[in-house]
């Protein structure tokens, strides 16, 4: 199984600075992460697949890269809307598929 | 719009049945694969299950395999979980989500629907 370890756990930033989340797997996984917003009382959503992808209807500030073992999520300037959990999650070798532990970005 | 709506949670004892459904639209439903994930108090997600728009392929977490069986039907739009055999454990935020088929990705959720396994 691939464990997918995130940090950091906990985000305190302002809107309009950059976050930038990691990500790291316990072995390559190539490209076939995916990252996922998730916030409270709400369906998680789909931002980024295969590492760099947006999805449809994702703003530009959102982008992805990595591939192998790291990869990260950066928000180039936070939006009030974008303080949630990020999940990452790989589909290189499944079942199972695997999420991370998730990141909190909160507002600081 | 793509709609997936989770039905079925609720409140049952341990060692009890409960059988979840999510219906699905606004997309071709019998082009996608389907998967539910699940979401336990505090904690993140997890995957449980996976169903081949076909049904050719069906794949469950070690933590449900042999307890919860994953079945569609692509005349109806739905997609159900049947679970047996139900402990503490799985008391969680269950979600509908759909994917490419064979693809193991999450391009839509449903909103969720709550079980809780408790006496």
């Known amino acids: 199984e691939v464990v997918l370890t995130q940090s950091p756990a906990t985000l305190s930033l302002s809107p309009g600075e950059r976050a930038t989340l990691s990500c790291r797997a316990s072995?390559?996984?190539?490209?076939?992460v995916s990252w996922y917003q998730h916030k409270p009382g709400q369906a998680p959503r789909l931002l980024i697949y295969d590492a760099s992808n947006r999805a449809t209807g994702i703003p530009a500030r959102f982008s992805g890269s990595g591939s192998g073992t790291d990869f990260t999520l950066t928000i180039s300037s936070l939006e009030p809307e974008d303080f949630a959990v990020y999940y990452c999650?790989?589909?290189?070798?499944?079942?199972?598929?695997?999420f991370g532990g998730g990141t909190k970005v909160e507002i600081k | 719009e793509v709609q997936l709506v989770e039905s079925g949670g609720g409140l049952v004892q341990p060692g009890g049945s409960l059988r979840l459904s999510c219906a699905a639209s606004?997309?071709?439903?019998?082009?996608?694969?389907m998967h539910w994930v699940r979401q336990a108090p505090g904690k993140g997600l997890e995957w449980i299950s996976y169903?081949?728009?076909?049904?050719?392929?069906?794949h469950y977490a070690d933590s449900v395999k042999g307890r919860f069986t994953i079945s569609r039907d692509n005349a109806k739009n739905s997609v159900s979980l049947q679970m047996n055999s139900l402990r503490g454990e799985d008391t969680a935020l269950y979600y509908c989500t759909k994917g490419p088929n064979q693809w193991g990705r999450f391009d839509f959720w449903g909103q969720g629907t709550l079980v809780t396994v408790s006496s």
């Open positions: 169903i081949s728009r076909s049904s050719d392929t069906i």
């Open positions: 072995q390559s996984v190539d490209i076939y």
């Open positions: 999650q790989q589909r290189r070798n499944w079942p199972p598929l695997t």
């Open positions: 606004g997309f071709t439903f019998s082009s996608d694969g």
